[in-house]
């Protein structure tokens, strides 16, 4: 029997309907407001740190200096180049680096006979490089808008060292909750292996869609850890 798994709440994140759907879960509405959340996920070192940083006056703005003067004339062009350059990164992953699906077929494949039946793990080692890729692209990107937007105002260095608390705050839970998405995207992956027919000679058309799965997800997380930077961005537009 074929379960068709309900859809997520309608209001959840692209990322969270996404992995609901394709690991077959019911996902709730959360029924708290964001602002009940955050007082869950920050103790009290950390309203302490958002306390000082909202009473500063100033903030390390000189110290990042460095990484100002190259992205300051076009920080729009930067940001977008540091998102095609991941999106690029996830295409090759995912075997779709030259236009074609069978472009980087990943190892546990290569030189593969018709029943050969292939691995997740490669894949696996694909997406958690993906993840450290996106955090280190990412987080490079976040500060050296936080350094641009410093030197604007009192009030945008106020919002920088906000932002760059947030960071540190979140950033653990953020990590541990991206860390389930491999395991989640494996129990996908072998739910379709095990469903496929025999394979055609070398065909395997469930492998397929797989990989157009794992592509949306590590879209969907880039837009996910994308968020602060936009936030970012719109501000330094307006500025």
Wanted: charge should be neutral.
């Amino acid at each position: 029997m074929v379960q068709v798994p309900r859809p997520a709440a309608p209001g959840a994140p692209t990322l969270v309907r996404l992995l609901a759907r394709l690991a077959q879960l019911d996902v709730a509405e959360s029924g708290q407001s964001l602002p009940n959340q955050l007082s869950q996920w920050l103790g009290w070192t950390d309203a302490i740190a958002l306390s000082t940083a909202l009473n500063a006056n100033t903030y390390g703005a000189a110290s990042d200096a460095a990484g100002v003067a190259d992205v300051s004339d076009d920080a729009s062009a930067h940001t977008a180049a540091v998102r095609m350059s991941l999106i690029c990164r996830i295409d090759a992953a995912c075997g779709f680096a030259t236009g074609t699906r069978h472009a980087a077929t990943p190892a546990a494949l290569r030189g593969a006979s018709s029943d050969t039946v292939p691995d997740y793990a490669d894949f696996r080692h694909r997406y958690v490089g993906i993840q450290h890729a996106m955090a280190t692209d990412i987080g490079a990107l976040r500060g050296r808008l936080r350094a641009m937007l410093a030197v604007c105002s009192p009030g945008m260095a106020r919002l920088c060292a906000v932002d760059t608390v947030m960071e540190q705050a979140l950033a653990p839970r953020e990590h541990n909750l991206l860390a389930n998405v491999p395991a989640l995207l494996g129990a996908h992956f072998a739910r379709l292996r095990d469903a496929a027919p025999p394979p055609a000679g070398t065909s395997r058309p469930w492998l397929d869609v797989f990989r157009d799965d794992m592509r949306s997800v590590l879209i969907a997380e880039l837009d996910a850890r994308f968020q602060p930077v936009q936030g970012l961005l719109s501000t330094y537009r307006t500025r």
